[in-house]
C-alpha cells in the first residue's frame, strides 16, 4: 500500500519520475499548502479564499515565488528546479506567460520532489519563504 501522506521514497525511486510527473503532484501539494495557509490565516469568506487560492497558484505568482527561492535552494534542489523548467510542456494555460509558466513548472517539480523524498520540514521552509510577498497582506 502506498504511504500517500507521507510516501518518503528514496533517491533511486524518485528519480524514476519524469519531470511532469513531480510537477504534477508538487503543483497539488502546493496548492494544498495554499490552502491550508489561507484558512489558518486569513479571514476570507469561500469565495474570497477561492479567490486568494487562484491568485497565488497561478502561473505567474509561482514563478516570482520560484525566484525569491533560488538563493536559498541547495544544488541538489536548484538541479531538480531546473529540470522541472526545462521540461518540454505541451500546453500552457490560456493567460499565462511561457516563461512564467516553465518557472512554475519548476517550482512544481521541486515540491513534488521534496514531497516525495519525505523532506517536510524543507518543503515548509520553502513554502514560507514562497509566501514572503504576500503574508503581511493575509494576517
Excluded at 490565516?41 to 487560492?53: A, D, I, V
Excluded at 527561492?69 to 518540454?88: A, D, I, S
Excluded at 518557472?103 to 524543507?122: I, P, V
Excluded at 520553502?126 to 514572503?132: A, G, I, K, N
Aim: hydrophobic share 40%; with cysteine.
Amino acid at each position: 500500500m502506498c504511504e500517500c501522506f507521507s510516501p518518503d521514497m528514496s533517491p533511486a525511486q524518485v528519480r524514476e519520475i519524469s519531470s511532469l510527473g513531480l510537477a504534477h503532484v508538487g503543483d497539488a501539494v502546493y496548492e494544498l499548502l495554499v490552502r491550508t495557509w489561507l484558512c489558518t490565516h486569513g479571514r476570507h469568506t469561500n469565495k474570497g479564499m477561492h479567490r486568494e487560492t487562484v491568485a497565488l497558484v497561478r502561473a505567474a505568482a509561482q514563478a516570482r515565488a520560484a525566484a525569491r527561492l533560488q538563493e536559498t535552494l541547495t544544488p541538489e534542489e536548484r538541479e531538480v528546479y531546473r529540470r522541472g523548467r526545462n521540461t518540454q510542456v505541451h500546453s500552457v494555460p490560456k493567460g499565462a506567460d511561457l516563461a512564467d509558466y516553465h518557472a512554475a513548472t519548476g517550482l512544481e517539480a521541486l515540491f513534488g520532489w521534496l514531497y516525495l523524498t519525505g523532506q517536510g520540514e524543507r518543503l515548509e521552509t520553502l513554502f514560507r519563504l514562497s509566501l514572503e510577498e504576500v503574508r503581511g497582506h493575509a494576517t
